[in-house]
């Protein structure tokens, strides 16, 4: 019995004595990996940062750890067009399937185009031309109306011919991106810099929306995932400023490439049209050589768009569209009035929000998107 006593007493005053060990240097452990992670969050603040004033932008050189795996495989646009082509090619099929082209099936072509925004004038000019044809015999029954409509289309695509993007001339080549806010500029800047970046030139970006502080926060992100380098500046700072330290700063460090964002704000602000006209000056001075101002659509927002795009096209020379969200919208016909009606070549098109949602625009592949 007395064993038995000796027994229990031993194991509660091993239990007593683990507690009061065990415990506080659990706490302690707790407490040292906490300042461990305030270590490391110093540690990560990107080298070379340069202290912000507040007044003039300052470059901050951003350098990720671990950027993103290499660009992966880029989406069909067929694959990826399926509201635009679900609407469009329904109305193809029961054109076809009509003995005739009588005045209903001429309703519901102009019924498809206008759905998809192509727009009133571009669906006018198409069809006017169709049915000339039609009546002097050149186009007989439903399957020719069809085909002559997609070799129309086709061709009024054909200004995109050699619209790939210009790297040519002497100097920094910078790429100004334009368009209002909401459209996916930001996004579309991130994507083209992996795609860039992939294709192995060495690029920089410039965070000229000093407007919003998100928009700089948004782009620093974009640069950290892609190990990019980019130039910031202050909250309401001088944006041709920050693009003159873009520049400047990669012609010192030898980048192939300058990609710019700027405030989106221009249909709200008068001044920003002058500002946006400066940022292109600035940018285009020695050593630097604006090649491209890409203005940023989203294809969701259709015709708008074309007014969005109208404004710009006054304050900046663009060059060329890049149309975003075409995922995720029925309205793809927009890629033909952009061409048709503002002459603008659509040079890349935004298939998604992953990295690699970026695809150069081909418009062979787009009409056989509608079609087939
Ligand atoms: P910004 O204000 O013009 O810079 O626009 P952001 O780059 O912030 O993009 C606005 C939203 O659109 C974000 O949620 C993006 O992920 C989204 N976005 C951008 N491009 C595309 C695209 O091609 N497809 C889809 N589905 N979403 C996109």
């Known amino acids: 019995m007395l064993a038995l006593w000796i027994v229990l007493a031993v194991v509660v005053a091993t239990l007593v004595v683990g507690l009061v060990v065990v415990v506080p240097r659990r706490r302690r452990g707790r407490r040292d990996s906490g300042s461990g992670s305030a270590t490391t969050a110093t540690i990560d603040a990107p080298p070379g940062a340069i202290p912000r004033t507040g007044a ?31 609407l469009f090619s329904g109305y193809v099929r029961a054109l076809r399937s009509r003995s005739s082209v009588d005045d209903e099936a001429w309703d519901d072509l102009e019924e498809a185009l206008l759905r998809a925004d192509v727009g009133v004038v571009t669906t006018t000019a198409l069809l006017e031309d169709l049915r000339s044809r039609v009546h002097a015999g050149e186009l007989r029954g439903a399957d020719a109306v069809v085909a002559a409509l997609r070799e129309d289309l086709r061709r009024s695509l054909d200004t995109t011919a050699g619209t790939g993007l210009s790297y040519e001339g002497d100097g920094t080549c910078v790429w100004l991106f334009v368009g209002v806010n909401g459209v996916g500029k930001t996004t579309t800047i991130g994507k083209v ?60 460090r030898g980048n192939d490439l300058v990609l710019a964002d700027t405030a989106g704000r221009l249909h709200t ?101 509608l079609f087939d």
Request: charged share 30%; no cysteine.
């Open 193 to 252: 810099a992996r795609r860039e970046k992939a294709a192995g030139r060495s690029v920089l970006l410039a965070a000229g929306d000093t407007f919003r502080a998100a928009a700089a926060e948004q782009l620093d992100l974009w640069a950290q995932r892609t190990g990019v380098e980019i130039v910031r500046g202050a909250e309401g700072g001088d944006p041709s400023a920050v693009v003159f330290d873009a520049v400047q700063r990669a012609q010192a």
């Open 269 to 369: 602000k008068v001044n920003l049209v002058e500002e946006l006209k400066k940022i292109r000056r600035v940018a285009d001075r020695p050593p630097g050589n604006v090649n491209e101002v890409l203005l940023v659509l989203d294809a969701t927002t259709g015709q708008n768009g074309l007014t969005q795009a109208r404004q710009f096209l006054d304050a900046v020379g663009v060059t060329g569209v890049v149309l975003t969200k075409l995922d995720g919208s029925a309205k793809g016909g927009i890629v033909i009035a952009i061409q048709r009606e503002l002459g603008l070549p659509v040079k890349l098109v935004g298939l998604g929000e992953g990295p690699d949602d970026l695809v150069p625009f081909d418009a062979d592949e787009f009409v056989a998107a």
């Open 56 to 86: 003039e932008p300052a470059p901050v050189a951003a350098r990720p750890e671990e950027p993103e795996p290499e660009v992966g495989e880029p989406p069909e646009l067929r694959d990826r067009m399926g509201k635009t082509r679900g």
